[in-house]
């Protein structure tokens, strides 16, 4: 497809394994390998659209309140990814970033991710952002601990602190604000992803569960961002 207008940040809150698996009397970690191909798919359209960006809520803050079988298994399948997909990310030039406190997961998955952020860390193609014990309330909460400290020590003035300043403070900090959130699963909500960056975001909501999410799909709602007429609150 050709597209009038692409978005140079697009950020995607992956939901809907789960139910892909009971759909077909699966487990629900069947539904998170399956997810994991999907994902393959994404990035790879991703880069040869041109896509500048692309953020992944791949696990929350909230999602340790899942059974810890689950939560094992969902890091297990991130190494198998890793370990598959990182010869062949690099080789397309992407570069790999983490976004949320990923140091609190079992340590061979921090391993195979600072393996990944260090092998592609000089790379220029799609930026591809991986959001992992994520949440966009511990992020804002982190932030305004760090500017109170960098005001307490004197390096900060409350008179310098912008909005650009603050979201320096983020994990998103030299990352553009999403230009388009895709939603799947039919559930219409944030779930704690993204909540200053997505201020002006254009949002998809697509009823397909994650793993059924194809690169068609994907396009589909560039499609319908390309479609939207952006305001920022002025007018056109
Ligand atoms: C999204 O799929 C993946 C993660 C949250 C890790 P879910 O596991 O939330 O799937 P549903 O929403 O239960 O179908
Ligand atoms: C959001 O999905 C988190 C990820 C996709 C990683 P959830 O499935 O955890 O969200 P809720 O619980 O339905 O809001
Ligand atoms: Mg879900």
Do not use: C
């Not at 230009?179 to 944030?190: A, P």
């Amino acid at each position: 497809m050709k597209f009038e207008r692409l978005p140079d940040h697009v950020a995607i809150v992956m939901d809907g394994n789960g139910r892909w698996a009971k759909m077909r009397n699966l487990p629900r970690l069947a539904g998170h390998n399956a997810g994991m191909k999907a994902l393959k798919e994404i990035v790879k359209r991703s880069s040869t659209l041109g896509i500048r960006h692309l953020t992944v809520y791949a696990f929350s803050t909230e999602n340790w309140r899942r059974p810890s079988e689950e939560v094992g298994g969902i890091f297990k399948i991130l190494v198998q990814y890793v370990d598959k997909e990182l010869g062949e990310l690099h080789e397309n030039n992407v570069k790999v970033s983490v976004l949320g406190n990923y140091k609190k997961l079992p340590e061979d998955a921090v391993k195979k991710l600072e393996e990944a952020l260090r092998k592609t860390k000089d790379n220029s193609g799609l930026q591809f952002h991986i959001a992992l014990n994520y949440g966009s309330r511990d992020e804002i909460l982190q932030a305004v601990k760090g500017v109170a400290r960098d005001v307490a020590a004197g390096n900060l003035a409350e008179s310098e602190l912008t909005e650009a300043v603050f979201s320096q403070y983020l994990f998103t900090k030299d990352i553009p604000d999403p230009d388009l959130v895709i939603r799947t699963s039919g559930e219409v909500r944030l779930s704690n992803f993204l909540l200053w960056q997505s201020a002006y975001s254009e949002f998809v909501f697509s009823e397909v569960y994650w793993p059924d999410f194809t690169p068609e799909r994907y396009e589909e709602a560039i499609a319908e961002y390309a479609k939207r007429a952006r305001r920022f609150g002025g007018v056109k």
